[in-house]
């Protein structure tokens, strides 16, 4: 399921016919005002209503249908509440880093021993992102997340997500108002609990588009 998720939004991305430069998910800070952000893909399809400012911030709405952290949290369906923060760092030749928290919680249903159970869940997610210039309507994005979680099941021993995300992805200009973008992350989850400890392979993707 995963992999057909991947492959999908990879073909959907290369179909797309834009060129673009203002950084909503990257480092950049945002133009005075205001922007959305729509993004679908796995795990989840989200929006954010993002203000500019010291620290930028948004309000966003999660509905999720896989593992909300990248692995180890497989949501079968549920909703979340995100709230990003985000403080530019600094900027050293093309690239601009800046530091984002993104506290969030989540409610829904989940399989656990061949059945389905509620589960709640709170995430501290902190990340890294990394705005790098290829051209003036082209942005790389990289950087690292660390979605760190909590989730309390049903009927199941509670257990803790912490994975170590490297990010890659690109945005591009359709418009002055307009920017798709695309972003994949991936790479080492772990989880702990009265079961010990697990590590897995852990990923996540979107494809979406800013706009003001």
Known sequence: ??????????????????????SQMGGKLMPEGTAHQVGAGWPSFFYEWWHSGTPEWAIGGEVVYGDWSGEFSDVKIGGAVN?????????????????????????????????????????????????????????LITGGAIPFSVLFVEDADDYVVLPLLARIGAEVEATDTITPWLLFELGPGMAFGDFGTEAEFAFRIWVGSAFR
């Not at 999908?8 to 203002?22: D, E, Q, R, V």
Request: glycine fraction near 8%; charged fraction near 20%; hydrophobic fraction near 50%.
């Open 1 to 22: 399921m995963k992999m057909r998720v991947l492959v999908l939004l990879l073909i959907l991305w290369t179909s797309m016919a834009f060129a673009g430069s203002p």
């Open 83 to 139: 709230v990003p923060l985000r403080w530019h760092l600094t900027k050293s030749g093309a690239a601009d880093i800046a530091f984002q928290v993104k506290p969030g919680i989540l409610l829904g249903s989940m399989e656990a021993w061949r059945d389905d159970r509620f589960v709640f869940g709170f995430r501290g997610e902190i990340s890294f992102p990394i705005t790098i210039d290829l051209t003036p309507k082209v942005n």
